[in-house]
T-cell receptor, first 109, second 115 residues
Framework: DQQVKQNSPSLSVQEGRISILNCDYT??????FLWYKKYPAEGPTFLIS?????DKNEDGRFTVFLNKSAKHLSLHIVPSQPGDSAVYFC????????FGTGTSLTVIP | DGGITQSPKYLFRKEGQNVTLSCEQN?????MYWYRQDPGQGLRLIYY???????QKGDIAEGYSVSREKKESFPLTVTSAQKNPTAFYLC??????????????FGNGTRLTVT
């Protein structure tokens, strides 16, 4: 049973525009949420995280939003750059970490 | 530079052979993890270790074994009992199990192909 879901397998965005990646979850016991970026044949790289007691966290071009009532997590990248093209995984923790299936982002120059 | 080293990057084995994947970290992290990634799927937890000399089964532990004799090392053995061993294997660590604001840090993975 997939507790963390990324329903969009892919997303294309023009350079300079906003990229919005979405993630839904089912387990209300998740206390910590994260986003990772991954290139083929490499390990995921940690991007940004948010505790369940907050609803927003920013780090440079990356902002994560948490809507606990909707059990929804999103990552905003502004402005998008071609180097942002990668697969993005959301993850959530309830003891162990649970991962979504990933969204492949393509930023078009 | 602190990090997680997985070796080798590519590994080929014949069906029926056991194979051990190496994972070493110099981050001084207590917790270590093994994940498996298959095409179109998220990362699935095989085993984890909260502290030295302790480890627990994850969601897909059948056909795998681990040891945690040293803080910095968490090798994974893929046994002949694992029905679909061909996959991309990722090792990760975190400061402590359940610690506040403690993300997973990943190695660069080992691609195992069993024929």
């Amino acid at each position: 049973d997939q507790q963390v879901k990324q329903n969009s397998p892919s997303l294309s965005v023009q350079e300079g525009r906003i990229s919005i990646l979405n993630c839904d979850y089912t387990n209300s016991m998740f206390d910590y949420f994260l986003w990772y970026k991954k290139y083929p044949a490499e390990g995921p790289t940690f991007l940004i995280s948010i505790s369940s007691i907050k609803d927003k966290n920013e780090d440079g071009r990356f902002t994560v939003f948490l809507n606990k009532s909707a059990k929804h997590l999103s990552l905003h990248i502004v402005p998008s750059q071609p180097g942002d093209s990668a697969v993005y995984f959301c993850a959530a923790r309830a003891g162990q970490f649970y991962f979504g299936t990933g969204t492949s982002l393509t930023v078009i120059p | 530079d602190g990090g997680i080293t997985q070796s080798p990057k590519y590994l080929f084995r014949k069906e029926g052979q056991n194979v051990t994947l190496s994972c070493e970290q110099n981050l001084n992290h207590d917790a270590m993890y093994w994940y498996r990634q298959d095409p179109g799927q998220g990362l699935r937890l095989i085993y984890y270790s909260q502290i030295v000399n302790d480890f627990q089964k994850g969601d897909i532990a059948e056909g795998y074994s681990v040891s945690r004799e040293k803080k910095e090392s968490f090798p994974l053995t893929v046994t002949s009992a694992q029905k679909n061993p061909t996959a991309f294997y990722l090792c990760a660590s975190s400061i402590r199990w359940g610690a506040y604001n403690s993300p997973l840090h990943f190695g660069n993975g080992t691609r195992l192909t069993v024929t």
